[in-house]
């Protein structure tokens, strides 16, 4: 049970590319989130899902876009990177409405952009 | 809307001390949820615990204990005879319905303890 693993953990853009974060949980959780983490701060949701296509907006959500075509996968995209997406983004999944709120985070992915 | 103040930023202790990490909150939600998460050195965050709004007995698991006081919207928690592997950042949080069983967690600044061995 691997629990809640995030591809790839490190990756350094050029402002303007693009790319794509991978989240996959295997504990058969309902809702999953995007957050952000930033030097000095705590974490900052971006965007989450309730369910199999279904995503809804954090409270940073300018510059990313989201998908969640399978139940266990979310993804986050970055359409064109700007240096204020340097951070590191944490996914997080928890259960049904039984213990929903308790979220599962994953490692982390350390994105920089020059 | 929600907001989590720990006050601490950094906090050092000699090993085997006890030490209280601060969180005060501000909600006004009439139900809510605390937590508690760990961030060692290694990046990951470790769920620590959960509280509910309409549960104020405090908990205590091992060498931790937890305080959560309405009355002064506090949840502190403590780490009893600590040990370098205790080193590592503190996050306390406070959860906000955005949809049915969906939570906007709302994170602290987080505080550094470091345990001297």
């Known amino acids: 049970n691997a629990g809640v693993t995030q591809t790839p953990k490190f990756r350094v853009l050029k402002t303007g590319q693009s790319m794509t974060l991978l989240c996959a949980q295997d504990m058969n959780h309902e809702y999953m989130y995007w957050y952000r983490q930033d030097p000095g701060m705590g974490l900052r949701l971006i965007h989450y899902s309730v369910g199999e296509g279904t995503t809804a907006k954090g409270e940073v959500p300018d510059g990313y876009n989201v998908s969640r075509l399978k139940k266990q996968n979310f993804l986050l995209g970055l359409e064109s990177a700007a240096p204020s997406q340097t951070s590191v983004y944490f996914c997080?999944?928890?259960?049904?409405?039984?213990?929903?709120?308790?979220?599962?985070f994953g490692p982390g992915t350390r994105l920089t952009v020059l | 809307a929600q907001k989590v103040t720990q006050a601490q930023t950094e906090i050092s202790v000699v090993e085997k001390e006890d030490v209280t990490l601060d969180c005060v909150y501000e909600?006004?939600?009439?139900?809510?949820?605390l937590f508690w998460y760990k961030q060692p050195p290694s990046g990951e965050l470790v769920f620590l615990i959960r509280?509910?709004?309409?549960?104020?007995q405090n908990e205590i698991s091992g060498r931790y204990s937890w305080n959560f006081q309405k009355s002064t919207s506090s949840f502190n928690f403590t780490i009893t005879a600590s040990q370098v592997v205790d080193s590592a950042v503190y996050f306390c949080?406070?959860?906000?319905?955005?949809?049915?069983?969906?939570?906007?967690?709302?994170f602290g600044t987080g505080t550094r303890l470091t345990v001297i061995p």
């Open positions: 509280r509910n709004s309409f549960d104020e």
């Open positions: 909600t006004r939600d009439t139900t809510y949820y």
């Open positions: 997080a999944s928890s259960p049904g409405l039984a213990g929903a709120h308790t979220q599962y």
């Open positions: 949080a406070l959860s906000e319905v955005v949809q049915t069983g969906a939570n906007n967690l709302f």
